[in-house]
């Protein structure tokens, strides 16, 4: 089940939602194989957020400069 490290949201985002299938459908889980899912979800949810955090703190800024830019064009 271990893959490579994804450097992408979408990549970690498919990452985390295969694993979740995995583990809500499987009827039996296998105990060995269990850390390598939670390790693998993990590195991958690290990446989904540093992403939405970057998008956030973009988005943010992008709003704060819109507003400046309206500001002083009513000035």
Sequence with gaps: ????????????YLILKKNADYLEHADEL?????????????????????RIDAVESA???AFENAQDTDES???
Excluded: G, H, R, W
């Design 30 to 50: 296998d105990i060995d194989n269990l850390v390598t899912v939670v390790e693998e979800s993990l590195s991958a949810y690290k990446i989904c957020q540093a």
């Design 59 to 61: 988005l943010k800024s």
């Design 73 to 75: 064009s009513n000035d």
């Design 1 to 12: 089940m271990s893959q490579t490290a994804p450097d992408n949201f979408k990549d970690a």
